[in-house]
């Protein structure tokens, strides 16, 4: 079994023990770039098209230099070729301002070309790598995740009031998310859902919110600052045909309490049922199965979904 699988944006295969980062990149430095995780399966990384245009409109959020999308595509197909298809993989693409030494912060994107990392991207480095799924997905997967709520502290009107917040974009300044996994962990939990000031609910470290109500699908809408979900979009666009009602709508706490599932969607794991809600049990409801099997449909189906 292949164990890491390192691609950069010029087609090479890289050695995964080998350096690849400048010191002075901006991504290392700074958290400032942006980034994309995906499935691969049987070979194919899933619901590539929907990765491919959230990470354009990460990099438009942060001025980043337009991603050439021919080429992330094809450094991701050729790491996803490279992992091969007996094992699924956790892919990541990664995109960074590149090295510290041509850019101040109050800097425009250019046109120069950076040499090495970047391949075809100008001024940026960027690169595909593949690892091992961790076990801590498959039993999510299978045996759902208990989640606390803990306030962001953030209003849900901030993502417009203040849009350099970047709170739609999915970028390398992941550490507040972290950290509230850490603290989870140490309160007993697998997993956190973020409340806003008013009690609403945005979404988790990383993963989109869904909940299951009477025929319904309903998720938060990306206006209330949260990341607009690849998996749960996948979700969507077979639900609908398959006779459920999909929305986005504002959601509260309590909402999460009466719902008959609550569900943590993300790109990898893919459909994390919530068992336990700050320490109250929540039981699988017959259709648990179901909605489980609409979300690997969604991801896996092949060109089903194009866009963003």
């Not at 992330?72 to 990541?92: C, F, M, P």
């Not at 993502?159 to 550490?175: E, M």
């Not at 989870?184 to 299951?212: K, N």
Request: charged share 20%; glycine share 8%; with cysteine.
């Amino acid at each position: 079994m292949v164990e890491r699988v390192l691609v950069t944006l010029d087609g090479a295969i890289r050695d995964p023990d080998a350096p690849l980062l400048y010191a002075d990149d901006i991504g290392t430095l700074r958290g400032d770039g942006v980034f994309e995780t995906v499935l691969v399966r049987e070979g194919t990384a899933c619901a590539l098209e929907l990765h491919l245009a959230r990470l354009r409109g990460s990099a438009e959020a942060l001025e980043l230099p337009a991603p050439n999308l021919d080429a992330w595509r094809s450094a991701v197909q050729t790491a996803a070729k490279e992992w091969g298809s007996e094992h699924e993989g956790l892919l990541r693409m990664v995109l960074t301002r590149g090295r510290d030494s041509n850019h101040s912060a109050s800097s425009k994107p250019t046109a120069t070309k950076a040499s090495g990392l970047a391949g075809s991207e100008p001024a940026t480095t960027g690169y595909v790598l593949v690892l091992p799924v961790p076990e801590r997905i498959k039993t999510a997967r299978t045996e759902g995740v208990s989640v606390i709520t803990l306030s962001r502290g953030i209003s849900i009107d901030l993502a417009q009031a203040a849009p350099w917040q970047l709170l739609g974009a999915k970028t390398l300044s992941y550490a507040t998310n972290m950290a509230a996994l850490r603290f989870a962990q140490r309160m007993g939990a697998d997993d956190v859902i973020f409340t806003s000031t008013e009690h609403r609910v945005l979404e988790g470290p990383r993963s989109t919110v869904v909940i299951a109500r009477e025929g319904q699908l309903i998720t938060p809408p990306a206006r209330n600052g949260v990341l607009p979900g690849t998996t749960q979009r996948a979700l969507f666009g077979v639900a609908e045909k398959a006779g459920w009602e999909c929305k986005y709508q504002p959601l509260f706490t309590a909402d999460l309490i009466t719902a008959e599932s609550v569900w943590m969607l993300s790109s990898v794991t893919l459909a994390a049922r919530v068992n336990s809600l700050d320490g109250l049990r929540m039981s699988a409801p017959d259709n648990a199965a179901e909605i489980a099997e609409l979300v690997d449909r969604g991801v896996s189906k092949p060109g089903s979904i194009n866009g963003w």
